[in-house]
Nanobody, 123 residues
Framework: QVQLVESGPGLVNPSQTLTLTCAVS??????????WSWIRQPPGKGLEWLGV???????YYSPNLKSRTSISRDTSKNQFSLQLNSLIPEDTAVYYC???????????????WGRGTLVTVSS
């Protein structure tokens, strides 16, 4: 059974860079059947998609955050990471990583999620 586990700092100062890592068990992140995504949920608000990295390492980002976001991967550790630069308090949220199913070249949904990790941006 695949599991996704997020890790990273719980408190970050404004203007700094956030780095979160998602460790994936039981299944390779290079599998052609899946891509890997980051999503966040600010307190009291809905889910916001941040970006995705495909099985070949291609990345796609939300236009709203593209200038501040980077997703990368370490295939030797079977994990992928999120970097979010120039943090502001509005970046405070629970951050989730998720697996995205792919069929016939189409991303059809996120079928496995991590539990999420709360990141607070505050001085």
């Amino acid at each position: 059974q695949v599991q996704l586990v997020e890790s990273g700092p719980g408190l970050v100062n404004p203007s700094q860079t956030l780095t979160l890592t998602c460790a994936v068990s039981s299944g390779s992140i290079t599998s052609n059947y899946y891509a890997w995504s980051w999503i966040r949920q600010p307190p009291g608000k809905g889910l916001e998609w941040l970006g995705v990295i495909s099985s070949d390492g291609t990345t796609y980002y939300s236009p709203n955050l593209k200038s501040r976001t980077s997703i990368s991967r370490d295939t030797s550790k079977n994990q992928f990471s999120l970097q979010l630069n120039s943090l502001i308090p509005e970046d405070t949220a629970v951050y989730y990583c998720a697996r995205v199913g792919i069929a016939l070249g189409v991303y059809y949904g996120m079928d496995k999620w991590g539990r999420g990790t709360l990141v607070t941006v505050s001085s």
